[in-house]
DNA sequence: AGTGAAACGACCGTAGA
DNA sequence: TCTACGGTCGTTTCACT
């Protein structure tokens, strides 16, 4: 990870399309060295490019982040949830929660199905807490950088 | 917001640099009308193709999220914590935090500097309560589908 | 790890339905 | 909003450093 690397991610989190050319105008190298160095970075897990998108758009109107406290180990519990397609984050945490899990629903019905259905049953939850959202202000992919 | 466009989103959720040719292949489309949906699709602020990289392998080792209580009114303390580059992510929640922030450090010492300095000196700010990452088990920008 | 060159494929603008 | 098409630019492969 050299400085040309972290040009290269920048550019490409500016717009994850941009060409590999126009990346090389920027950066100082040659189309196919910056393709190879892409390349690399994805395959070793550094950085994906990947479509992001607003569920508001897209109808799903009902965001909230879940806290949790759960009782003996926490992996197991944790990748139990992971396996939700409504959950699209989950951390393990030190603190007053022991696991963090982002969820996205359609309807207040569907969220509520899925706390006290999905999430409430498995084995080891033993309390939950749940912070609707009410406005995103921020979401940044570039974190560290300017 | 049609099935089509559903189609194209998760050919870009799962590769962001995948050709509007092979997209159109997939979805029944010709080049030139997959580029101008996806072009749509960015300029509405529904979807955007980026990079996403992993704190770890770029040297940022601490992360938590910050839960914070406010006194008065919420976004201009929102907006003042989504100014610092350390913070990603900025929610405004219901329950008993009012803001929800996620922050990405390299050291503790930063870690503390940002929340003892940055964070906690914000007007309207009276109450942090930090959950640090322990272990990050699931991450997607795919929800809402399989 | 990098460059350069030639063949190939993708992208862009525009015209037309 | 789509297809069709031609010009331009980007990508791929490979030989070389």
Redesign the pocket.
Known sequence: M?D?SKAIIEQLQQDG????????KVV??????????V??LIESGVMQVVAVTDPLELGFARQAMVGIRVSGPLEPVADRLAELDEVDYVVITAGSFDLLVEVVCETDEHLLELISGSIRTVEGVVATETFMYLSLRKQTYSWGVR
């Open positions: 050299d040309v399309r941009r060409s590999y050319a126009a990346i090389g100082g190298l040659s189309e196919a060295a910056v393709r190879q160095r390349q690399r």
